[in-house]
């Protein structure tokens, strides 16, 4: 049995429906450029792990 907590939209801030990924919501809400930006300024901030950011992109 596997349990999932809410989701929080990194750049708008919504909780996400549990049926939703992240990706889904990113993909729907957020223009590819609003996401990359959002990644790059992450980035910015020394944050060591980049496999999710990878991920979005690997379509
Ligand atoms: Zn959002």
Avoid: K
């Avoid at 996400?16 to 957020?30: G, I, K, P």
């Avoid at 930006?37 to 901030?45: C, K």
């Amino acid at each position: 049995m596997t349990f999932q907590p809410p989701v929080e939209c990194p750049i708008c801030g919504n909780t996400l429906a549990l049926d939703r990924t992240l990706e889904d919501h990113l993909m729907r809400e957020h223009e590819h450029r609003e996401v990359a930006r959002h990644v790059a300024s992450r980035d910015g901030n020394g944050g060591g792990d980049g496999g999710a950011a990878t991920e979005l992109y690997s379509d």
